[in-house]
């Protein structure tokens, strides 16, 4: 049996941002976050010269960066910040 995806939560500053987008970047969000809940090591470590900072990645799709830390004892994303250029 395989186990439950990674569940998600957003810092407070990232759920400000996140109420302000279009809905077609929200989606992507969504589907970056999906992505990231199933496999969380699936994207690049936000700083590789961090020798502590392996729970902390960095997802880019086309304008839209998330970074999210990895919280293995509790099965949770934090979504620290997103980032839409448009």
Same mark, same amino acid.
């Given at each position: ?31 970056? +976050? ?5 496999? !969380? ?6 700083? &590789?010269?961090?020798?502590? =900072? ?11 960066? +998330? ?5 293995? !004892? ?6 620290? &910040?997103?980032?839409?250029? =448009?």
């Amino acid at each position: 049996m395989s186990e439950q995806p990674y569940a998600v939560r957003f810092s407070a500053p990232a759920a400000k941002v996140l109420d302000t987008l279009p809905e077609h970047v929200e989606d992507t969000v969504w589907s970056v +976050l999906d992505a990231a809940a199933d496999a !969380p090591w699936g994207f690049r470590q936000w700083n &590789t010269d961090d020798p502590d =900072g392996e729970d902390i990645r960095h997802a880019s799709v086309g304008q839209l960066s +998330l970074t999210y830390w990895v919280n293995r !004892p509790l099965r949770r994303l934090s979504v620290l &910040t997103i980032t839409w250029l =448009g």
